[in-house]
């Protein structure tokens, strides 16, 4: 069975760093991405990448701070997010699709940037 586990997340002041992590399982995937929802939002795209060809998408209110890699051998995704600001606070997925469309979530890891 695809399985989609995130970790990483917690609270960090604003400026701070935090790395989030996805190990997936089950299947192999042509693209994985990011994406985050804030209570009371719609859930946004963060970013992607292509599996194979290391092909990056960033949303523009990311650009420049938050970075998405992958280890193949771990078959891991990661989102390090750099200088974080009050707005970033949201649940973040993972998502992984096996060819156009993004299939497979994972459960959500929580980010709060406060001071």
């Known amino acids: 069975q695809v399985q989609l586990v995130e970790s990483g997340g917690g609270m960090v002041q604003p400026g701070g760093s935090l790395r989030l992590s996805c190990a997936a399982s089950?299947?192999?995937?042509?693209?994985v991405g990011w994406f985050r929802q804030a209570p009371g939002n719609e859930r946004e795209f963060v970013a992607q990448l292509s599996w194979s060809g290391d092909r990056t998408n960033y949303a523009d209110s990311v650009k420049g701070r938050f970075t998405i890699s992958r280890d193949n051998a771990k078959n891991t995704v990661y989102l390090q997010m750099n200088s974080l600001k009050p707005e970033d606070t949201a649940v973040y997925f993972c998502a992984a699709a096996v060819n156009a469309n993004y299939k497979y979530w994972g459960q959500g890891t929580q980010v709060t940037v406060s001071s």
């Open positions: 089950g299947s192999i995937f042509s693209v």
